[in-house]
């Protein structure tokens, strides 16, 4: 079992910035990646980042890329999501996941762009 500590939400105006983080605990030497999913009211959860520990591979949906950056801290066993340039349409409670044989859900953390 992994167990996924998330912080870091809030409300942002839009062209604001945020930092998750997301800190594992638990089995984590079984962790292949990690990585940021989101669901905003009335969608489904969709994939936002993702970071692969082994070959330090990072994947980003079309929606984020060139605003967001994944990256690990692996002194404080942590990886953040910074969120630059948000938009409204950002809005969404994110979820960090960690990928060790299953799939592990964070509680969740909010996000909410204003315009």
């Known amino acids: 079992q992994v167990q996924l500590q998330e912080s870091g939400g809030g409300l942002v105006q839009a062209g604001g910035s945020l930092r998750l983080s997301c800190t594992p605990s638990?089995?984590?030497?079984?962790?292949?990646?990690m990585g940021w999913y989101r669901q905003a009211p009335g969608k489904e959860r969709e994939f936002v980042a993702l970071?692969?520990?082994?070959?330090?591979?990072?994947t980003y949906a079309d929606s984020v890329k060139g605003r967001f950056t994944i990256s690990r801290d692996s002194a404080k066993n942590t990886v953040y999501l910074q969120m630059n340039s948000l938009k409204p349409e950002d809005t969404a409670i994110y979820y960090c996941?960690?990928?060790?044989?299953?799939?592990?859900w964070g509680q969740g953390t909010q996000v909410t762009v204003s315009s």
């Open positions: 638990g089995r984590t030497f079984s962790t292949r990646a």
């Open positions: 970071f692969g520990l082994s070959g330090l591979i990072t």
């Open positions: 996941m960690a990928r060790a044989g299953s799939d592990y």
